[in-house]
Nanobody, 129 residues
């Protein structure tokens, strides 16, 4: 059974930092793109960041987080991370980790949620002003 388990969420003041982790189990994702999405109350789930599987990873970010968030992965640990700096109240949301089920090119890093087959349960991030 494939599981993605997020951790690292919490309450932080504006301008602070958090590092989210997503540990995958049940299968290896070393050849699969992985990403982060978020959903704020009353809003649709939105793309945050994605990373391809290769050692020279392709990364893509939502405009709203560029320059503040960094996605990375450790294939040996089957884990993807999201370092979040300069947090703003508008970053408050439940953050979800996702993994693509298929193996594509080494630069494959999709922004659309439909490209992902596995999802975690989410971790709450709350940024106070």
């Amino acid at each position: 059974q494939v599981q993605l388990v997020e951790s690292g969420g919490g309450l932080v003041q504006a301008g602070g930092s958090l590092r989210l982790s997503c540990a995958a189990s049940g299968r290896a994702f070393s050849r699969n793109a992985m990403g982060w999405f978020r959903q704020a109350p009353g809003k649709e789930r939105e793309f945050v960041a994605t990373i391809s599987w290769s050692t020279i990873s392709t990364t893509r970010y939502a405009d709203s987080v560029k320059g503040r968030f960094t996605i990375s992965r450790d294939n040996a640990k089957n884990t993807v991370y999201l370092q979040m700096n300069g947090l703003k109240p508008e970053d408050t949301a439940v953050y979800y980790c996702a993994a693509a089920g298929g193996v594509y090119s080494s630069s494959f890093a999709p922004m659309g949620s439909r490209s992902y087959d596995y999802w975690g349960q989410g971790t709450q991030v709350t940024v106070s002003s």
